[in-house]
């Protein structure tokens, strides 16, 4: 099954809310990847990071029949995420694909490069005051 996954900054719930697999082009910093389920894989993400148990996710665009969501990014892994290190990205990418493969799997090849580039999103986010969202698509 193809997952299509985008994280990207947004001033608001609002403006989050239109963004997704056909407004692709909405101008928000945003970085893209594919084939994981991005609501688990922040929910370990947070918990590797912060090193306690994960947050609720918060649905912006609840998850329908079709197969679509929209969520915010919880604010305690923005932080953790923004000040992380790439060294603790990488070491934190490897535990991802541990734990992962327990579940759905985690895309092992991509996992850095997923890791930085959310990391990136998150500081964008502290720097604009904005709002780190994730929508996807799984039909």
């Not at 389920?37 to 090193?51: C, H």
């Not at 994960?54 to 919880?74: C, H, I, Q, T, Y």
Request: hydrophobic share 50%.
């Amino acid at each position: 099954m193809l997952r299509v996954v985008e994280f990207f900054v947004a001033p608001d719930d609002g403006a989050a809310a239109v963004v997704g697999p056909k407004r692709r082009g909405h101008g928000f910093p945003a970085f893209e990847c594919a084939d994981f389920f991005p609501d688990d894989a922040v929910e370990d993400w947070e918990v590797l990071l912060v090193r306690g148990a994960a947050s609720d996710l918060r649905a912006v665009v609840p998850m329908k029949n079709d197969g679509f969501m929209v969520f915010e990014v919880p604010g305690r892994l923005c932080s953790a995420l923004a000040a992380a290190s790439r060294g603790r990205l990488v070491e934190v990418a490897a535990q991802w694909v541990e734990l992962a493969e327990a579940k759905d799997g985690a895309p092992a090849e991509m996992a850095v490069e997923i890791l930085t580039g959310v990391a990136d999103l998150a500081r964008r986010a502290g720097d604009l005051g904005h709002s780190l969202y994730c929508w996807y698509f799984a039909p």
